[in-house]
């Protein structure tokens, strides 16, 4: 039912009881009917590009859902009954209008997915390290300042995206999220690392891209598996030359760095077949 340009459901789709999946993506609706929330063997359920601007209680209902869409509506909140949707495993939440989203969510600890890009959020629960079972978690444009330290329980998540929030720091808890392989921190307001960013042995992308870093710390030669690294656009005015024990890197962009100077190993690493852009 995607794309038909509705603007209401009939109340008797309550009466579809054996139905898995719901897809009413692009359309025109502004509420739901009550009987929705009977559909008790719902598995799959996307709301996605609507006009949504709230949702019931009800929601809690949906004990089956493993995938739930909400994006790109206009909610301002989460129905705290989400939390008791504990089969649900990807949950988008992206371009709302969520200022925070409900504590209850972070109960959900079979989460593998969750989105909830293009908010306005400007702060994390410390009881996002619940989520211990999270591969992916995109968070970029939004307004966070900062990340709980709990974010370091995380210890299943593969790739994170933090791009274009007001991030000044990051936790040095940020270390025990060893599975990491994909880090995204554009467009922050970093101005250090913490040394424990060194102990993440798988990450393989690190992308910190337009921040206002004038140092890295010399550790960062222990990131053995990193293949990607993306340092434009910072203050930096020298690199650690531990970056050319590197051995598995492909690109280092060191671009729009004003007062970096051209490191005297930077040939070393392009015989390895690195390439570097300055």
């Known amino acids: 039912m995607s794309g038909q340009g509705l603007s209401s459901i009939p109340e008797n789709i309550g009466r579809q009881t054996e139905l898995e999946s719901l897809d009413l ?11 929705l929330w009977i559909l008790s063997n ?25 995938m739930l869409d909400l994006g790109h509506n206009r909610l301002k ?3 705290e009954s989400i939390g008791t949707l504990q089969a649900l495993r990807f949950l988008y939440l992206s371009n709302n209008l969520l200022i925070s989203v409900s504590v209850s969510l972070f109960d959900l600890q079979g989460l593998l997915y969750l989105n909830a890009t293009d908010n306005q959020l400007t702060s994390l629960p410390e009881k996002i390290g619940n989520l211990n079972s ?3 978690l995109r968070l970029y444009n939004n307004q966070l300042k900062s990340l709980p330290d709990s974010i370091g329980n995380l210890g299943s998540l593969k790739e994170a995206y933090f791009m ?5 720091a990051l936790p040095a808890s940020i270390g025990k ?8 921190l554009e467009g922050n307001r970093l ?12 990450l393989t992308e690190l992308n910190l891209r337009g921040n206002q870093l004038t140092s890295l710390p010399e550790a960062v030669g222990g990131l053995k598996s990193l293949r990607f690294l993306d340092l434009r656009a910072n203050q ?20 729009w760095n004003k007062s970096l100077a051209v490191p005297n190993w930077i040939d070393r690493l392009e015989q390895q077949g690195c390439t570097i852009f300055m």
């Open 25 to 35: 993506y692009h359309n025109h609706l502004t509420a739901l009917p009550d009987s």
């Open 42 to 66: 719902l598995e799959k359920l996307n709301l996605a590009d609507n006009e949504l601007s709230w949702l019931p209680e009800e929601i809690g209902r949906l004990i089956k859902l493993r």
């Open 77 to 79: 909140a989460i129905p």
């Open 134 to 136: 999270l591969i992916e």
């Open 164 to 168: 274009r929030n007001h991030l000044t």
């Open 177 to 184: 999220m060893t599975s990491l392989k994909k880090l995204d």
């Open 191 to 202: 101005t250090a690392l913490p040394d424990s960013l060194t102990e993440l042995m798988h």
């Open 236 to 255: 930096l005015s020298t690199v650690p030359a531990s970056l050319a024990e590197l051995s598995h890197l492909e690109k280092l962009d060191l671009r």
